[in-house]
């Protein structure tokens, strides 16, 4: 996939660099990003919309994988970017990337982060509930400015996906629901309101998404709602923001859709709500993460000890875990591995890849096959680009690894690996504590 084969020396190659040497050059665990596959995925996106739909915006959803680089290469690719923290707009800010392009997004925006947004002069917020209203409406009101809204709405849609990630319920922490009239509520009070700009409406109705179904059902639904809002205040939404969402291959079993399908579906279901109901056609909005950048990461570790119990299991330690890969012991996860400097040599034992950390739901991997494998081989988790570095924790005070993008035979490191003094910068240590320790 992407940019990844073997090469003369039989080790795992992504955009023309050999793992095992990167491994050696940037310490492991590493986060390798392929450049080429990252920059494919967002121009599916952008092309497809370009050929069925050209009045629409792809906006990268930056928790899934946000760097200064990564902001630097969606901007490039002529791309939105969708931020959910001070943090990640102070990123995308720092980046360079133009505030105009920026969506601010999240259930609970604080005061300090709304005027932080207000300062940079982002583009639109996406307004989640009342409080925000009111909260919003009031700062643009001090600062003689109007914020461009649009309101995230609950469709009801499930979207056949784990349940901690389903997102698009009715009984919500996100957004107002249409079916208990809340939404339009939501819409009503906002075009009301003096220093709000009510441009349209968004959804979001979970991730890891195979079945493109639920996508046809939420424009349909959210086109409805365009409907309603029209005919109760004769406002005709200019702006459709559908979320993100679509699934990504992490083992067999799991059946990716083709952005271009999805893009194609989507627009087609808006089109056809449009003309059958009068309604202008408004401009579409996506905001895909996982499916840019899943793919297109994997995680270097080096294998430590390795314990074989007879009869019972082979546990094979790793020098990371649920640190930089949270997501096997959050959501019970499954991922492929492979070892990188052995990639002609045939799988012939079942181990279990545990991680460093002091837990014993720290797996990585439960029962793969894998050739005989012994200390010092480096180990390759493949589709580990999505909801891992943004996830990652210092648990058990272990350092955040490094990140670099491969891309044309150079590898550039965009992350640097955390050091022990990163560790303890932010600790202070009191006074009266400050006595020499016999
Ligand atoms: N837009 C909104 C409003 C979202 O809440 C999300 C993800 C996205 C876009 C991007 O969705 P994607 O295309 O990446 O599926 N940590 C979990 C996933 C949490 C999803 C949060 N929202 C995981 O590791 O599976």
């Known amino acids: 996939h992407g940019t990844m084969r073997i090469n003369q020396a039989g080790h795992l190659e992504i955009g023309g660099c050999d793992t095992v040497e990167l491994a050696r050059q940037f310490g492991t665990p590493l986060y390798v990003m392929d450049e080429a596959l990252l920059r494919e995925n967002c121009r599916a996106y952008v092309e497809s919309f370009q050929k069925h739909y050209p009045n629409a915006e792809v906006i990268y959803a930056s928790k899934v994988f946000s760097t200064m680089a990564m902001c630097r290469l969606v901007a490039e690719e002529g791309m939105g970017l969708d931020v959910v923290s001070g943090g990640e707009l102070y990123t995308a800010l720092a980046s360079g990337f133009p505030a105009n392009r920026i969506y601010f997004h999240g259930n609970n925006k604080s005061p300090e982060e709304l005027e932080m947004a207000l300062e940079a002069r982002v583009g639109r917020y996406v307004v989640d509930n009342f409080s925000e209203l009111d909260l919003l409406n009031e700062l643009a ?16 849609i499930d979207a056949h996906t784990h349940h901690y990630i389903k997102t698009g319920m009715i009984d919500s922490k996100f957004g107002l629901a249409i079916a208990n009239g809340q939404a339009l509520m939501g819409a009503e009070k906002a075009l009301g309101m003096k220093n709000l700009e009510f441009k349209g409406i968004h959804c979001h109705i979970g991730s890891q998404i195979f079945d493109l179904n639920s996508y046809k059902e939420a424009a349909a639904t959210m086109m409805a709602f365009v409907k309603e809002i029209k005919t109760k205040t004769g406002y005709a939404c200019e702006e459709l923001n559908l979320g993100g969402g679509l699934g990504i291959y992490y083992t067999e079993g799991d059946s990716p859709q083709p952005i271009g399908e999805l893009v194609a579906l989507m627009t087609k279901t808006v089109r056809e709500a449009a003309t059958a109901n009068n309604l202008p056609l408004p401009k579409i909005i ?37 640190t930089d890969n949270p ?25 279990s890849i545990a991680g460093k950390c002091c837990e014993s739901g720290d797996m990585l991997i439960w029962d793969i096959e894998l050739p005989p494998t012994v200390p010092g081989d480096i180990l390759v988790v493949t589709s580990t680009g999505a909801y891992n570095y943004s996830m990652a924790s210092n648990y058990n005070r272990n350092r955040r690894p490094a990140v670099v993008f491969a891309c044309g035979g150079k590898a550039e490191l965009v992350v640097r690996r955390e050091s022990y003094e990163d560790l303890i910068r932010n600790d202070l240590v009191p006074e009266r504590m400050q006595n020499k320790v016999a």
Not at 141 to 148: H, L, P, S, W
Not at 302 to 307: E, M, R
Not at 308 to 317: E, F, L, T
Request: hydrophobic letters at 35%.
């Open 141 to 156: 009101r001090q600062r003689k400015t109007k914020a461009k809204i649009l309101i995230r709405v609950s469709p009801g």
């Open 286 to 322: 996506v905001e895909p993460g996982r499916s840019i950048v899943g793919e297109a990461g994997v995680t270097l570790y080096t294998v430590g000890s390795v314990k074989d119990i007879p009869g019972i299991r082979k546990y094979v330690a790793v020098d990371g875990g649920m």
């Open 327 to 351: 997501r096997p012991a959050l959501y019970q996860a499954k991922y492929e591995a492979a070892l990188a400097n052995k990639m002609n040599v045939p799988g012939e034992e079942t181990v």
